[in-house]
């Protein structure tokens, strides 16, 4: 059973990044890259303090990473499915459309981060994309 630690919306786009980077079999050091990348553009672009200590510094990225690595390696089966539909139905409801744009284009940025883009990262960013902007 799933350990469940996603917390915040700065959680929930990083779980989002992980599956997108895992949909293909594997995380690379490529998309364990990227993916920190992107974090820490969300997280000074938004001034989000995810840790609660009431600044912005590298703990709210740690933070982030940690929380949604521990449950997306805690996940069974389709516990994954449910947790990313889970995660997209919350910043949906709590992100302006522009963001969720924005979010897309970084989960597609994700998918090349290891220089192959396989038909299911494509697919599975295409139905996210349906899902967060339909």
Known sequence: MADVQIKT??????????YVAGCDGELSEEEAKIN?????EWIKHFDVDNDGDGDTDMDDLKSALERSARTYFSCEGEEHINIMVNCIGFIKENMSEQTCIAIIDRLRTITAADGVITEGEEGTVDAIEKMMLG
């Open 9 to 18: 919306i700065t959680d929930a786009f990083a779980y989002m990044l992980i």
């Open 36 to 40: 920190g990348a992107i974090l820490a």
